[in-house]
């Protein structure tokens, strides 16, 4: 179960803003509570290529609104 969400949105979002969220968990973790484990949520208003298997293999929840 995850209490905390760093959510990054972004339109036509792509491999660099999966980067993005990711950096910022870390710098949760580093900076707020090393102890946490925040899920990295990222919110687009389109699928590029190969972004649905890019988020999978990074653990990072993929929205698309």
């Known amino acids: ?3 905390i969400a760093i959510i ?3 339109p ?3 491999p ?3 980067g993005q969220v990711q950096n910022y968990v870390k710098l ?3 900076d707020v509570n090393p102890e ?3 899920q990295a949520v990222l919110v687009t208003d389109r699928i ?3 972004m649905d298997f890019l988020a999978q293999d990074a ?3 993929l929205i698309v609104v």
């Open 12 to 14: 036509n979002a792509g």
């Open 16 to 18: 660099s803003a999966l």
């Open 59 to 61: 653990g990072v929840i």
């Open 8 to 10: 990054e949105v972004k």
């Open 36 to 38: 946490a484990r925040p």
């Open 48 to 50: 590029r290529p190969d």
């Open 28 to 30: 949760y973790r580093r």
């Open 1 to 3: 179960k995850f209490e």
